[in-house]
């Protein structure tokens, strides 16, 4: 039997082998990671294995405006500020990268968040 952080691996895993066969362009990949209490999503470029843009509910514009970090209103606002930030650098299109997480949620809610800012995916 598998337990949930088994399953939840296999997941990420079978996510992350279709990015890579998509993603023939080698466009930048916009992954979230979602913890209890926040939310943070970073662009990644593969090709040189860095960080491009990061954003989270722990940056230091938002910690003030945030109720609680940890709701769908939390994950919106970092949506539209990673988007603000990539158009910023240079970047208007990405792969996402949902990791292992199911696509709704505060995922989801990132997800829009930034694709309503300006970025493509």
């Known amino acids: 039997m598998l337990n949930a952080r088994d399953k939840f691996l296999r997941r990420k895993t079978r996510n992350r082998v279709k990015l890579a066969a998509s993603n023939e362009a080698a466009m930048p990949r916009l992954s979230v990671f979602r913890s209890r209490n926040n939310i943070y999503a970073q662009i990644i470029d593969d090709a040189k294995r860095q960080t491009i843009v990061a954003a989270s509910t722990l940056d230091k514009s938002l910690r003030g405006k945030l109720k609680s970090s940890g709701n769908k209103d939390a994950a919106e606002t970092v949506g539209k500020l990673i988007a ?36 493509k995916f």
């Open 84 to 119: 603000e930030k990539a158009i910023a650098s240079g970047i208007k299109s990405v792969v996402f990268d949902r990791g292992g997480y199911l696509y709704h949620g505060r995922v989801k809610a990132l997800a829009e968040a930034a694709r309503s800012s300006g970025l």
